[in-house]
């Protein structure tokens, strides 16, 4: 069955409006949403898509048809802080991800040094640890959580 997927990749929340029938979803800074549909044998794939300020339209007149939402994580939506608004993504060899350890606890003020680490110097340490504890709801986690969601509507299903 095939898929198709869209991601938000604007800061405001974008509406996914399925069609036919005009069902919406609401897809929040770096969600995914997936619609898995299929055709009777003989029958073309005609879906399309409009693509809006805030707005996805995406037409699939399949009977039979699925839609899965990916929610960002805590730890994407610091990393698109950053990055995307604060311009901290690294250096030409290092991201942030590449020096954080994989067990224990990271602070705040650690994270912020991991930053400016790969970045090689520059950032602003209070502006970092200040997005860390914004984001994470603690100004301490363990590094488990510190992961990346890569996951794709539908992944649970190919396994």
Known sequence: MPISVFENRVEEPVTFILEPGEVQYAL????RIGIR?????GAVDRTFAY?????????CDSEV?????????????????????????????T?????LPSQGVVTAEDFARLVIQAEEGGSNEEWLAAKFIERMGSSSVRAET????????FDADAG
Request: aromatic share 10%; glycine share 10%; with cysteine.
């Open 95 to 99: 991201h942030v991800t590449d020096l």
């Open 51 to 59: 693509i809006g300020h805030c707005t996805i339209r995406f037409w």
């Open 28 to 31: 929040p800074p770096l969600a």
């Open 37 to 41: 549909y299929s055709f009777g044998p």
């Open 65 to 93: 048809r699925d839609v899965e939402i990916v929610q960002p994580n805590a730890f994407d939506l610091l990393l698109w802080d950053i990055c995307v608004k604060g311009g901290c993504c690294g250096g030409p060899a």
């Open 146 to 153: 510190l992961v990346q969601n890569l996951s794709n509507p």
